[in-house]
Structures are given as structure tokens and as C-alpha cells.
Nanobody, 125 residues
Framework: QVQLVESGGGLVQAGGSLRLSCAAS????????MGWFRQPPGKEREFLTT????????YYADSVKGRFTISRDNAKNTVYLQMISLKPEDTAVYYC??????????????????WGQGTQVTVSS
């Protein structure tokens, strides 16, 4: 069992930065691939990035590559999403997720077993 709580969202001007945190409880955290997704108003949930259990492997959607950076600290049971050069189109509810033990597509929300409640990020122009 893994419980996830996101924090760090808020209102920021275009071009600004934010760092999101996702605190996990449960011993399974360090063995799970972790991902970040977002859901803009009226749209479907969108994959952003994922990081392997060791932190050595990361993968990004083209829409955020070069602007967003995922990292994790297994000692603190926390995964982070550093976001720079934010744009109004980045406005969304941001979710972290812990993968299933076995999965095929790391960008598919169905590959993730546990989800946080989400944190709102609003980027003003």
C-alpha cells in the first residue's frame, strides 16, 4: 500500500518556476516507478514524466522535455517535479502516481496503481 500527497502547487506568472513534491507513505515506495501526470480543465489526464525506482532512469513527454525535471529521494520517500519556464498552457491539476509492480507502458495512467489527490498549478500570462 502506498499513499501519496502532493504539495507545492500555486499561482505563478508565465516564465516562472515551481517545485512540486509528492510525499509517500508505505514501504513499497522505493520499489515503484513514480510518475507525474496533469489534467488541464476539461481535458484528459496527460503523462508528463516518470522515474525508475533507483532514480537512474527518467523519461519525459515532449511537451515538457527541457523544462521539467523529475527526481526522487528514497530516503525521504519523496518524488519531486521541478518546473521552469512555465507557460499558461501548463495550468492544470498535477498528480503523482506510483506504478503497478508489473506494467507495460510507463506513460499510460493504467500502469499506475496509486495516485495522490492532486495539486493545482495556475500559470498567468
Amino acid at each position: 500500500q502506498v499513499q501519496l500527497v502532493e504539495s507545492g502547487g500555486g499561482l505563478v506568472q508565465a516564465g516562472g518556476s515551481l517545485r512540486l513534491s509528492c510525499a509517500a507513505s508505505g514501504r513499497a515506495f522505493s520499489s515503484r516507478t513514480m510518475g507525474w501526470f496533469r489534467q488541464p480543465p476539461g481535458k484528459e489526464r496527460e503523462f508528463l514524466t516518470t522515474i525508475s525506482w533507483s532514480g537512474h532512469n527518467t523519461y519525459y513527454a515532449d511537451s515538457v522535455k527541457g523544462r521539467f525535471t523529475i527526481s526522487r529521494d528514497n530516503a525521504k520517500n519523496t518524488v519531486y517535479l521541478q518546473m521552469i519556464s512555465l507557460k499558461p498552457e501548463d495550468t492544470a491539476v498535477y498528480y503523482c502516481a506510483a506504478s503497478r509492480i508489473y506494467y507495460s507502458d510507463r506513460s499510460d495512467p493504467r500502469s499506475y496503481e496509486y495516485w495522490g489527490q492532486g495539486t493545482q498549478v495556475t500559470v498567468s500570462s
